[in-house]
């Protein structure tokens, strides 16, 4: 299974189904209502409604408790679903984005998981939360950690026992999530999963270097002709640098592309960059340094850049942005608003800086140096960059790490040189992969999608390391072509690449082995 791309009763009536609908249920289990939950509820805990939704498809019936947790100055929102079958487990569904929303659970509900979300105290559809400190702090990261409390208590008093396990799942604000998880709050887990995990300020901050540059002139702007231009020649460059071509980039770190070889050399056309354009195609792959020359914001590995879910999703958009009255453009008012600009918007307006009082300050208002120290306090309620997981290790945690290397919303450089550092702190390579692994997706855009295998069974894998300690030496990916798959790979725990044997179909898992580049 794919995990990473989810009849209202009376109180009477659902007291006498309990035992009908509960596996392996104490005496001490309760009702699917809202009276009896609520006795239950732990501090600051407040119900509002609790229904049965009858099984549809492949996800069965379940309990659906509606809530919120107080927290300083808020209140959280959360959904519980507790299924007819239940596994004995906990499952928390990360939420990407700026959050705002409740996961979906199917999921967690078709694997017999109580499963839980939250929007992290904030609604989506009002920009202006992010002037609200205690719900910048809830969307931080405390939000989840009060879900995750409450989800569990409220689970072990409907089951009438406790669950045995307790795993988190989210990909890109979702892995954000988890890695604040692990960071903050060691002990709410068993084990983690942290897809493509965001890194909150410090993206932000590249990414509107990116536009400051790409909006400045009609003649910096990339259009989708250039973009797949870029795409073929960064592929045709860098696919041979793992010894197969076979269209995927497996190691862009290996690769040596100069991009200066698609400079028009007359005039300006489809498949060539003008200087202005080259230096756009610079500032994403670079990043951003400071002024001492440390990396701030990562850049991006090359091979990431064509495709409908490519630059042109985060960062180019499928139409030409609209020209304003002093030459620069805006997107503001296109079709197709790229998401990464609508992000860098409401991040620049709302959240970057410690005080918003400043409604004028945008992405373009931005200068590295000069607004980092504004940015600090916000960095460390968002940031999750604390490479001490040396608690989570200690309580016996799990972390399992994957990143699209083809991901043109979150550098996975970043993963990686957060993965090293995590590895540096604890002892090395042997000491970090007793308890946290790493898996590059090559060819995988963001979270999903893109060229390369992007379908693996992420949570089986977790669960076979943190029940019975198998550590997964490698995670089996999947690609479709509509419903056919047309080519497996096994994923290999970082540093180690998939390399083919020679013999056997390259589309196939089996003709290739993991090992160290």
């Given at each position: 299974m794919k995990l990473h791309a989810l009849v209202l009763m009376s109180a009477t009536a659902a007291v006498a189904?309990?035992?009908?609908?509960?596996?392996?249920?104490?005496?001490?289990?309760?009702?699917c209502a809202v009276g009896?939950?609520?006795?239950?509820?732990?501090?600051?805990?407040?119900?509002?409604?609790?229904?049965?939704?009858?099984?549809?498809?492949?996800?069965?019936?379940?309990?659906?408790?509606?809530?919120?947790?107080a927290t300083p100055g808020n209140e959280v929102n959360f959904r519980l679903g507790l299924p007819e079958n239940w596994n004995g487990k906990f499952y928390f569904v990360g939420v990407g984005g700026l959050g705002g929303t409740i996961g979906r659970l199917d999921a967690g509900l078709e694997r017999g998981y109580a499963s839980a979300s939250t929007d992290t105290g904030h609604d989506a559809d009002d920009p202006t939360w992010g002037r609200n400190r205690a719900k910048e702090i809830d969307y931080g990261h405390r939000g989840t950690h009060v879900t995750a409390v409450a989800g569990k208590a409220l689970t072990a008093s409907f089951y009438g026992r406790a669950p045995a396990h307790a795993y988190f799942n989210g990909c890109s604000n979702g892995g954000r999530q988890a890695l604040m998880e692990v960071q903050r709050y060691p002990d709410d887990f068993d084990g983690i999963i942290a897809g493509d995990p965001a890194t909150g300020t410090p993206m932000q901050a590249g990414r509107a270097l990116v536009f400051q540059k790409m909006l400045a002139s009609p003649e910096a702007y990339l259009t989708i002709e250039k973009v797949e231009a870029l795409s073929k020649a960064t592929v045709a460059a860098c696919d041979k640098a793992d010894g197969l071509e076979d269209g995927l980039v497996e190691n862009p770190r290996a690769c040596t592309f100069t991009i200066e070889s698609l400079k028009c050399t007359g005039a300006d056309g489809p498949t060539c960059f003008t200087e202005p354009q080259l230096e756009v195609v610079r500032q994403i792959y670079n990043g951003a340094k400071t002024a001492n020359g440390d990396t701030y914001a990562y850049g991006f590995p090359f091979g990431h850049e064509g495709g409908a879910t490519g630059?042109?999703?985060?960062?180019?958009?499928?139409?030409?942005?609209?020209k304003?009255?002093?030459?620069?453009?805006?997107?503001?008012?296109s079709e197709n608003l790229p998401s990464g600009f609508n992000l860098s918007e409401q991040n620049f307006r709302f959240l970057a800086l410690e005080r918003d009082d400043d409604p004028t300050f945008t992405w373009r208002a931005f200068r590295l140096d000069r607004d980092l120290p504004r940015m600090k306090l916000m960095s460390e309620i968002l940031s999750p960059l604390d490479p001490d997981l040396r608690p989570y290790r200690a309580r016996g945690g799990k972390l399992l790490l994957y990143h699209g290397t083809a991901?043109?919303?979150?550098?996975?450089?970043?993963?990686?040189d957060y993965?090293?550092?995590?590895?540096?702190?604890?002892?090395?390579?042997?000491?970090?992969?007793?308890?946290?692994?790493?898996?590059?997706?090559?060819?995988?855009?963001?979270?999903?999608?893109?060229?390369g295998p992007n379908e693996f069974d992420e949570l089986t894998a977790l669960e076979r390391w943190v029940e019975r300690g198998d550590a997964p030496a490698s995670i089996l990916a999947t690609h479709r072509t509509g419903d056919r798959v047309d080519r497996t790979r096994p994923l290999c725990p970082?540093?180690?690449?998939?390399?083919?044997?020679?013999?056997?179909?390259?589309d196939e898992a089996a003709s290739f082995r993991c090992v160290n580049p």
């Open positions: 189904a309990v035992s009908a609908h509960l596996v392996a249920a104490d005496s001490g289990a309760i009702a009896p939950l609520q006795q239950q509820a732990p501090a600051g805990t407040t119900i509002t409604s609790a229904t049965i939704v009858e099984a549809t498809g492949t996800q069965p019936k379940y309990c659906r408790v509606d809530g919120h947790t630059w042109r999703r985060w960062t180019t958009g499928n139409t030409p942005p609209v304003r009255a002093d030459n620069t453009l805006d997107f503001a008012g991901d043109p919303a979150i550098s996975s450089y970043g993963t990686v993965y090293n550092k995590v590895a540096a702190l604890v002892g090395g390579r042997d000491a970090v992969e007793s308890f946290a692994r790493l898996y590059l997706v090559p060819g995988m855009h963001h979270c999903s999608g893109g060229p970082y540093p180690q690449v998939a390399r083919y044997t020679g013999q056997g179909s390259v």
